[in-house]
């Protein structure tokens, strides 16, 4: 699949969208965006089955992209994430109807590493082949690791789709950052403790770049883990923000602190080592900086991102 093509991607006004675009703009792909608001080129929600299905008629794309969220905040509660739990399940299932209406060959999913569990895995890394996604038992999350579980489930087993999903880290960078260092100079955020507890990061850019590789390769049914080289605590995160914009220094607090928030507090308290090799060996695709704190140097000393 080498040819330039006609990509519907939905969620594309998002900050994950919009690094999207630019990345499938920039390897001469031509970008229909659908969503919501008043500058999609289709104008639907992913929710509405039948909307859905009359604002695609007559529209050909040859890839489809599920990059579509119902977040507007960071979430902090479980039922904060309950509209995003739909949109995975119900909103999936919806467009991949939608793909076979336009005649689409290709779906990819955006989809996320929290899918192997929202807890301390140790020093094990996590691969896509030895470890199972979005396991059950687990009653607090199992509500959102379901909706991540039928999107990829929608995707990657649909008869006559070449379904994909990426397995994203946690997002930095352009659009994604700015919101955190302004809360930083407002002293709004403290810095959690993270007694030795490691995520996996991957900057906005480079997320993007692995939609567009996977537009124009990869294995049709497999998943791939997108994060960078070298995880990094939640806190630490925090700090390497302040430290590479020149912000107040964050205040230390203990992990327990965040318990009023439960889905925040599960994130925090989750550790994570996750391998990035099948992407690098069948998508091409490397992260840009070895690990958050270097890309957050470079983003601090670089100029706005003007993304269309």
């Known amino acids: 699949m080498n040819d330039t093509q006609k990509v519907l991607l939905a969620g594309a006004s998002g900050v994950l ?84 209406a336009l005649g689409a060959r290709r779906v990819i999913a955006e989809s996320m590493v929290f899918g192997y569990g929202y807890r301390d895995f140790g020093d094990h890394v996590i691969t896509e082949d030895t470890d199972p996604f979005a396991p059950t038992g687990d009653r607090a999350v ?35 950052t700015e919101p955190l260092v302004e809360m930083l100079r407002r002293r709004k955020v403290p810095a959690v403790a993270d007694h030795g507890r490691v995520l996996p990061w991957v900057d906005l850019a480079d997320a993007g770049r692995a939609v567009a590789l996977a537009v124009e390769g990869g294995r049709p049914g497999q998943a791939y883990n997108i994060v960078d080289d070298t995880p990094t605590g939640f806190g630490a995160h925090i700090r390497e923000v302040a430290e590479a914009y020149g912000t107040p220094k964050p205040m230390g607090a203990p992990t327990w602190l965040m318990r009023p928030f439960p889905y925040a507090h599960r994130m925090v308290t989750t550790s994570m080592r996750v391998s990035n090799a099948r992407a690098r060996a069948e ?12 890309g957050l140097r470079a983003l601090a000393g670089s100029r706005p991102v003007d993304l269309p």
């Open 283 to 294: 998508l091409g695709w490397a992260p840009g900086h070895a690990d958050c704190a270097e």
């Open 17 to 100: 969208g919009r690094h999207i675009t630019e990345a499938l703009t920039r390897a001469g792909h031509t970008v229909i965006g659908l969503g919501r608001g008043p500058g999609a080129e289709v104008r639907a929600d992913l929710m509405d089955r039948d909307g859905l299905l009359r604002a695609v008629d007559g529209i050909e794309a040859d890839t489809v992209v599920h990059a579509a969220t119902a977040l507007r905040a960071a979430p902090m509660r479980h039922k904060d994430m309950f509209a995003t739990d739909d949109l995975r399940a119900i909103g999936t299932r919806n467009l991949m109807e939608a793909a076979r």
């Open 142 to 176: 199992e509500r959102h690791l379901e909706g991540m579980r039928v999107k990829e489930e929608l995707m990657l087993g649909s008869a006559g789709i070449e379904g994909i999903a990426l397995r994203f880290g946690l997002f930095y960078g352009a659009g994604g």
